[in-house]
């Protein structure tokens, strides 16, 4: 209880929050009527923060839960379970824990890959060995929020526990409902800590500018941009649910958004990189750069590397520039069909989106546009809310693309 690990991303106050937040960016229709059922915040708030639970524990199931392929389980024994019917209320309550589920484990990869490594630049002064950055930005945002409510666990425990064994990991109920019932601990601290100005001094001095910036819309990968990928990915993911391919695969989100202006020029800087959002899981082996084009409006080419942030698995792919980007020029970003997935299907179309180095026209810049394409008082809780953030593999300000 006295250990604090390193820990960065996203806290379990930040994941909740992000699932709320997503809900309005979900269209009009069957998914936003589940999502956005007050009836189902149980089990989406469950779900969303079940991966982190057995962190403290030293489970295996905590890494397992967050990615793709575990979740493709559960996703595809809720298909087998109700036939593709989901206006039940227990179908609706399953499917509603595997929304929680999808958003942490997307929430991760954009924070990580956006927030966190621009959080590496402008807070290299920090101590990101001895102190962790999901408590300190979790307490930032719960000071700007309120933080989240603490609501009873849920979970199909029995199922969740086969599904695991399927996935080769031995885990049985009761440390699955002990895991959870730290998640709850944590988002009570998240809010305690959120609410007490001695707390609030302490983490944001801590990790300064991603305390500050929490809910900065301007800055790629907080909060309010998590939100904006989780929609898409949910629409994703609903859309297997019924063994569809979703309208908006295979790039759901771009950073910078599409038809974005005043992107930086330095290749050197974090903020030049271009980043792509893949609807499902990349083969990180058979990924190479001639799946990716950057052209200007004359048809020059721009050299880029493709660095798969997570690696297999994973979705966030960062197209790094060899060189400066010429000011004051459109491009157009190509990702062409053949990107390779791991449940062994490949995107089926090319999928493009714009940006430029010019000004802004005359009017207001858009947000949150998608993809064109389609000191005390917190004391005894440091311990476990450190244990609680220990983290998966992470990149490190040291680390270069790959």
């Known amino acids: 209880m006295l250990l604090v690990a390193a820990a960065l991303a996203n806290g379990l106050t930040s994941h909740v929050t992000i699932s709320e937040y997503a809900i309005d960016h979900v269209p009009d229709g069957e998914l936003e009527a ?73 929430g991760d990869q954009v924070f990580d890959s956006l927030y966190m490594q621009r959080a590496y630049v402008y807070d290299a002064g920090s101590d990101w060995e001895g102190t962790s950055m999901d408590t300190a930005t979790d307490v930032g945002l ?41 998640t709850q601990i944590a988002i009570s601290f998240g809010r305690s800590a959120g609410a007490d100005p001695g707390q609030q001094a302490i983490y944001e001095a801590q990790f300064p500018w991603a305390y500050a910036h929490i809910l900065d819309d301007e800055v790629h990968g907080s909060p309010p941009w998590e939100a904006r990928v989780v929609a898409m990915y949910w629409q994703v993911r609903w859309a297997r649910l019924f063994g569809e391919v979703a309208e908006i695969e295979p790039l759901i989100y771009t950073f910078p958004p599409a038809g974005s202006y005043e992107h930086p020029t330095d290749a050197l800087s974090v903020e030049s990189r271009l980043t792509l959002v893949m609807s499902r899981g990349v083969m990180g082996d058979l990924l190479v750069a001639d799946m990716f084009e950057v052209a200007d409006a004359e048809g020059n080419t721009y050299a880029v590397s493709p660095w798969l942030f997570y690696g297999t ?87 270069a693309p790959r």
């Open 34 to 106: 589940l999502v956005g059922d007050p009836e189902l915040w149980l089990q989406l708030q469950n779900g969303t923060q079940f991966p982190d639970g057995g962190y403290p524990l030293g489970e295996a199931y905590a890494e397992t839960a967050h990615w793709e392929p575990f979740q493709d389980r559960y996703l595809e024994w809720i298909r087998s379970a109700y036939a593709e019917d989901y206006s039940g209320e227990e179908a609706r309550q399953h499917v509603a824990f595997l929304m929680g589920l999808a958003s942490h484990g997307m």
């Open 142 to 182: 719960a000071a700007q929020t309120g933080g989240q409510d603490t609501v009873d666990a849920w979970a199909d425990w029995d199922t969740l526990v086969a599904l695991m064994a399927d996935a080769g990991v031995e885990v049985d109920a009761d440390t699955l409902q002990q895991g959870q019932a730290l």
């Open 313 to 399: 698995g994973s979705h966030a792919i960062h197209l790094i520039p060899s060189e400066d980007w010429p000011a004051d020029t459109d491009f157009t970003v190509t990702v062409k069909a053949g990107v390779p997935f791991i449940d062994g299907t490949y995107a089926e179309r090319d999928a493009s989106f714009t940006f430029s180095t010019a000004p802004w026209p005359e009017r207001e810049p858009p947000i949150g546009s998608a993809c064109s394409c389609q000191s005390g008082s917190g004391g005894a809780w440091l311990g476990l809310v450190g244990l609680l953030a220990l983290r998966r593999r992470r990149v490190g300000c040291d680390a």
